[in-house]
């Protein structure tokens, strides 16, 4: 199916674990995102692509990290996850950056307990 | 640091209502500011405005963004139901790879 897609949509870990967030999209966008999105912040950028094998941080990068071998595959890794990383995370993706809107994957919705 | 805020936080009104919902921003020499809606899912596009004072319009919501003021305004008319949701306005940076969130505006239309 054409779009962008998370996996899993749900995930309860235990703290110090590590855990990989799956983000595809078929449309070969350029620019990709992951954001996290708790009560009273809005969504705030972690990481973002620019294209293949190139990545940068954004706002709350800490504990976190991201890959992109490929142009369609952006993996979100929680190197030892804690219970501040109880969110949900979106990935998104978008054509031209600046220039075009960027379009949300479902979400995951991740608890460490 | 760039900073985007949203008012108000959430507002309750009833069904055939007018809403506003403000965005305003610091963020020097932007390249757009873009509205999102999001139903307890994932934020799905509204409207992406790079001009200032040209409305953009679909259906019974509207926008408009006024660069020299640094805010936009999103209003809903009409309102039904199912315009409940949190409506997030968003700006991108200079370079145009960051997307910078308001915290989101609640609307809740009570029938």
């Known amino acids: 199916d054409a779009g962008i897609t998370q996996s899993p949509r749900y995930k309860i870990t235990e703290t110090g674990r590590q855990v990989t967030l799956m983000c595809h999209q078929t449309w070969s966008h350029s620019y990709m995102f992951w954001y996290r999105q708790d009560l009273g912040h809005g969504l705030r950028l972690i990481y973002y692509?620019?294209?293949?094998?190139?990545?940068d941080k954004g706002e709350v990068p800490d504990g976190y990290v991201v890959s992109r071998s490929k142009t369609e595959n952006f993996p979100l890794t929680l190197e030892s996850a804690t219970r501040s990383q109880t969110s949900v995370y979106f990935c998104?993706?978008?054509?031209?950056?600046?220039?075009?809107?960027?379009?949300f994957g479902q979400g995951t919705r991740l608890t460490v307990v | 640091e760039d900073k985007v805020v949203q008012s108000p936080l959430s507002l309750v009104v009833h069904e055939g209502d007018t809403v506003t919902l403000n965005c305003s921003y610091e963020v020097t020499n932007f390249r757009s500011l873009l509205w999102y809606k999001q139903e307890k899912k994932a934020p799905t596009f509204l409207f992406m405005l790079?001009?200032?004072?040209i409305e953009k319009k679909s259906g019974r919501l509207s926008s408009i963004l006024d660069k020299k003021e640094l805010f936009s305004i999103l209003n809903i008319t009409a309102t039904q139901t199912g315009d409940s949701a949190v409506y997030l306005c968003a700006v991108l940076n200079p370079y145009g790879n960051k997307l910078v969130f308001g915290a989101g505006t609640i609307l809740r239309v009570k029938s």
């Open positions: 790079t001009s200032s004072g």
């Open positions: 692509s620019a294209a293949a094998d190139i990545t």
């Open positions: 998104a993706s978008s054509e031209l950056g600046g220039y075009t809107e960027a379009f």
